[in-house]
T-cell receptor
């Protein structure tokens, strides 16, 4: 079956540091890929998505590129802020399946 | 538009009590889902409804029942609550590009 593997957290950074959160996946077909963010006490929110190979999703300074050859969708941001502290989830959905697959989540803590 | 709404936000139950968690969406989406989130366990799918009139079990359905009341509403019922059901429960829908939209969650404690 499908699976999503994310790097373990927490990831702890200083403000303005560069962020990378690794995500790799296995899928039987050609999935759409997503990053969601969960702030404390809230539900998950869609951060960005990519629907086919080589697509780059971007939002709020975050970016991720759909790499079919390495089955990866790493999340990056050039300069993190304290307000980016949250849990980040990588996920995939395959057309024809109603059930998405989520990674376990990676906690990001940004210090001033 | 409110998106996905859930009630209640918080609930404390005693073991053996029953309750229903409510979810409603105004996004005109066909698919709706119930997840639970526990520390270190990520999100686990309890039940889902691909469309009005259908429901299917997810990864952890034991101890729960669901009702897809209409296209907008999808409820989750705990018939006899157990401490193992202490968790945060999220309702979600799926959009046209397979992205999910989540409600704010219900934080349930069973004592």
């Amino acid at each position: 079956g499908d699976s999503v593997t994310q790097m373990e957290g927490p990831v702890t950074l200083s403000e303005e540091a560069f962020l990378t959160i690794n995500c790799t996946y296995t899928a039987t077909g050609y999935p759409s890929l997503f990053w969601y963010v969960q702030y404390p006490g809230e539900g998950l929110q869609l951060l960005l998505k990519a629907t086919k190979a080589d697509d780059k999703g971007s939002n709020k300074g975050f970016e991720a590129t759909y790499r079919k050859e390495t089955t990866s969708f790493h999340l990056e941001k050039g300069s993190v802020q304290v307000s980016d502290s949250a849990v980040y989830f990588c996920a995939l959905s395959e057309g024809g399946s109603y059930i998405p697959t989520f990674g376990r989540g990676t906690s990001l803590i940004v210090h001033p | 538009n409110a998106g996905v709404t859930q009630t209640p936000k918080f609930q404390v139950l005693k073991t053996g009590q029953s309750m229903t968690l409510q979810c409603a969406q105004d996004m005109n989406h066909n698919s709706m889902y119930w997840y639970r989130q526990d520390p270190g366990m990520g999100l686990r799918l309890i039940y889902y409804s691909a469309s009005e009139g259908t429901t299917d079990k997810g990864e952890v359905p034991n101890g729960y029942n669901v009702s897809r009341l209409n296209k907008r509403e999808f409820s989750l019922r705990l018939e006899s609550a157990a401490p193992s059901q202490t968790s945060v429960y999220f309702c979600a829908t799926t959009g046209a590009s397979y992205e999910q939209y989540f409600g704010p969650g219900t934080r349930l404690t069973v004592t």
